[in-house]
């Protein structure tokens, strides 16, 4: 029973971390906080019941339609809500959070208005196929997100440390002007990190459409905030931080649906980041921020 | 005669465009002092909730229940004011975003005293109550040729008109006052006012409290306008509606959060017959906005520009009657 949960919980977080590792990038680089990427996510999901359900498409064709629909989404993001805006001189700070929360209301418009406002089942071909260890039951469909979120996780941490356009993003990140003055390309990164950014929102959408069945338009809202709540929780554009409060967060919703009161499930990642900032502001792992 | 210009539908909409306008300064205030916050949405519900649940259980008057809402609004306003004091930004948006939705959930998940999801209904009316009140004193609306419930709606709605005109000016007083000096020259630069003498945490407190007050007055208002409410009233959604009024109109002057109101209440109303893709239309709108116009729709240079429009007529006036001279 224990581990099973704690299965269970390790396949939520991980997505979590997926969805949050998305509004990590982004903050890291433009020092925005991206209020579309919920329904970007959202719409990754709503891709993926498409393909497998009304082309009868096999699961990677859904990824692949599901990681170009939100790579083209994050491209369309940065080029009308989040260039326009940086082009400018003394733009507070406020203007791309609104910028982002217009695109986020449109988006989740345009969705109702493409998909319906309802539930869609979402058909993984392998849904019933389990395990059978001892006492515990496994799904094929955990195993499955668990291998695609490590997997994503390693390949970004190896990205953004071993190779060149990674160590830019990075050094775009620390620094935008001293970068560029470097001969970095920052225009480019910037694109390529909000495209990359979506395009993780929209493979996190499958997975979460695989682990719960089902996909609606309201499933961005709620995931965007606890994506926000977890970048908080493992430290602003901390990528390890944002994949261990994913995992934390997982595990905590989790165990408080089975021992304690499933109703205040929603509000738990929430409580923790009230506590986090009150304890320690800079996040589980961020550092400590000297002015 | 009368009679048929007062659509009730059009005095609902006014009345909401009262409230919006009440919980738009709710966020501009704290915003003066450079405080992002939230959870408008949040306190609207705590002072919506109180104020419902002790007119109903207690059968206290309105008025009662509506100071009791404010109040309480403005307490939990100073229990999170004070630990956020120094969170900065976007963190503090984040922090009072995830405030409101906790207030939410508790709200949906405390059925034995707020019905949960499905929301208190029969909450007093207050043009209802006054219509009760009048008609105990022997006044009839029908001799002002009204029917009852356009004599309802239209009470409210100059009730509302006084309190909202009254909180403007009250404002905008206090933007010239030592407290709104005080406010403006932190939100410029925090360290160069403490060393100014202004005591920081007591303005900062100060004004993220006046903001909670101010949400937790428009909630209980709304709950007795309404006669309804249920969480979902109080869920992120109208914590970005309050959030654009205020960024929309411009965070600069008073004029700002209360233009947007206006415009953004009536908005939806106006593209009815589009109802389909009246919300597409809106986010694109505030996209188009920020690109185009960033500080929002009014701000200083067009109050200036309005001011100096009015003042140069009035020398106009000045010189031509000198010439008459």
């Not at chain 2, 920020?290 to 100096?308: E, F, H, Y």
């Amino acid at each position: 029973m224990l581990i099973e949960q704690l299965i269970n919980g390790l396949t939520l977080g991980s997505i979590y971390a997926i969805v949050a590792l998305g509004f990590t990038l982004v903050f890291g680089v433009l020092g925005i906080i991206n209020m579309a990427h919920g329904e970007i996510f959202m719409f990754g999901a709503f891709i993926g019941v498409m393909i497998t359900s009304i082309f009868d498409a096999p699961l990677w064709v859904a990824f692949a339609a599901a990681i170009l629909v939100t790579a083209i989404l994050g491209y369309f993001l940065e080029n009308f809500a989040l260039r326009p805006l940086r082009s400018k001189q003394g733009v507070s700070h406020l203007a791309p959070l609104i910028s982002t929360i217009g695109v986020s209301i449109f988006l989740e418009n345009l969705s109702h208005h493409m998909f319906g406002a309802g539930n869609r089942p979402f058909e993984a071909p392998f849904a019933e196929i389990n395990f059978q260890i001892g006492s515990i039951t496994v799904y094929l469909v955990q195993i499955v997100i668990f291998v695609i979120s490590i997997l994503l996780m390693v390949a970004l941490s190896f990205w953004l440390g071993k190779t060149k356009a990674g160590k830019a993003l990075r050094a775009t990140a620390e620094n935008l002007e001293t970068a560029s003055l470097l001969g970095v390309d920052t225009k480019r990164i910037i694109t390529m990190t909000v495209i990359i950014a979506s395009a993780m929102g929209g493979i996190a959408g499958i997975l979460v459409g695989m682990a719960f069945n089902s996909v609606n338009p309201q499933m961005g809202l709620s995931m965007g905030l606890k994506g926000l709540a977890i970048i908080i929780l493992g430290g602003m554009g901390n990528v390890r931080g944002a994949m261990a409060g994913g995992l934390i967060l997982g595990l905590a919703e989790t165990f408080v649906v089975v021992y304690g009161d499933s109703g205040y499930k929603d509000a738990i990642a929430f409580l923790a980041i009230i506590v986090i900032l009150l304890i320690r502001p800079q996040g589980l792992f961020g550092k400590k921020i000297t002015t | 005669m009368l009679a048929e210009f007062i659509n009730p539908y059009y005095l609902q909409i006014g009345c909401f465009v009262l409230i919006n306008i009440i919980l738009a300064l709710s966020v501009f205030v704290p915003l003066s002092t450079g405080q992002l916050s939230l959870a408008s949405a949040g306190f609207m519900g705590l002072g919506a909730y109180t104020s419902a649940l002790l007119t109903i259980h207690f059968e206290l008057p309105i008025i009662v229940g509506v100071i009791a809402g404010t109040l309480i609004a403005g307490l939990f306003g100073i229990l999170i004011g004070v630990p956020t004091l120094r969170l900065q930004g976007v963190y503090l948006a984040i922090v009072t975003l995830g405030f409101g939705e906790v207030i939410r959930v508790v709200f949906v998940n405390w059925e034995s005293l707020t019905k949960g999801s499905v929301g208190i209904s029969g909450i007093p009316h207050i043009g209802r109550e006054i219509l009760k009140t009048f008609k105990e004193f022997g006044f009839n609306p029908q001799s002002l040729g009204l029917q009852n419930n356009q004599f309802i709606f239209l009470s409210i709605f100059f009730l509302l008109l006084v309190i909202t005109v009254f909180l403007v000016w009250f404002f905008r007083r206090q933007s010239r006052s030592r407290v709104g000096r005080a406010y403006a020259a932190i939100n410029l630069d925090e360290k160069a006012a403490e060393s100014m003498g202004i005591n920081i945490t007591y303005y900062k407190v100060l004004a993220f409290t006046q903001g909670a007050l101010l949400a937790g007055f428009a909630g209980s208002l709304y709950a007795h306008v309404l006669a309804y409410i249920s969480p979902a009233d109080f869920s992120y959604h109208r914590a970005v509606d309050i959030l654009v009024f205020t960024i929309f109109g411009g965070s600069e002057v008073i004029w700002g959060p209360i233009f947007g109101a206006i415009f953004l209440t009536f908005l939806p109303e106006v593209l009815r017959f589009i109802s389909e893709y009246r919300y597409m239309i809106y986010g694109l709108m505030i996209i188009i906005l920020m690109a185009v116009r960033p500080q929002g729709l009014i701000d200083v240079t067009i109050i200036n520009w309005i001011k100096s429009k009015v003042s140069k007529r009035g020398v106009k006036h000045g010189s031509r009657s000198e010439k008459s001279m």
